[in-house]
């Protein structure tokens, strides 16, 4: 699996912390910045990695900001995105298997390092369950080339 990761100055550490978790597991991640804790902007970063998962370059994504909620706000805008702010295992595991999220935001200043890292874990390893689900994914999916 190929994933994207990218921060703001609010998430720098946290997406360092679970870029070293990602690649101590052998997957690969490219790392789109932020590259220290100066002030940037979030939608940036947002754009070039849910871009990159829309393309098809990469699998998934990971966005971390101050709160998550920037991120998860400008990544939403990119078509064929499904980006799910989580602040628990139980919502990153729902938003895999009810949403089939492909872009995952997280927030440094919200999440306890554990917790987020537990998370990442726990979006990784939950499948998305179709069925039912897949209709409903399937009409969020048509609203945006037929709003
Ligand atoms: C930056 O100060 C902060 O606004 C940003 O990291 C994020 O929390 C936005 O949603």
């Given at each position: 699996m190929k994933v994207a990761i990218g921060s703001d100055h609010?998430?720098?550490h946290l997406k360092e912390t679970i870029k070293a978790m990602l690649v101590e597991r052998n997957i690969d991640v490219t790392d789109f910045g932020t590259h220290s804790?100066?002030?940037?902007d979030y939608p940036d970063y947002a754009r070039q990695v849910a871009e990159s998962v829309r393309d098809g370059n990469h699998d998934r994504g990971i966005l971390i900001c101050g709160t998550g909620i920037g991120m998860s706000i400008m990544a939403n805008k990119v078509r064929g995105i499904r980006a799910a702010l989580c602040t628990s295992r139980q919502m990153a595991e729902?938003?895999?298997q009810h949403n089939n999220a492909n872009v995952l935001c997280l927030g440094e200043r919200i999440l306890e390092k554990h917790v987020a890292l537990d998370i990442v874990e726990a979006w990784f390893t939950a499948e998305f369950e179709g069925g039912r689900h897949e209709r409903r994914v399937n009409k969020m999916m048509a609203y945006e080339t037929n709003p």
């Open positions: 609010g998430g720098y804790t100066e002030s940037t729902l938003s895999r």
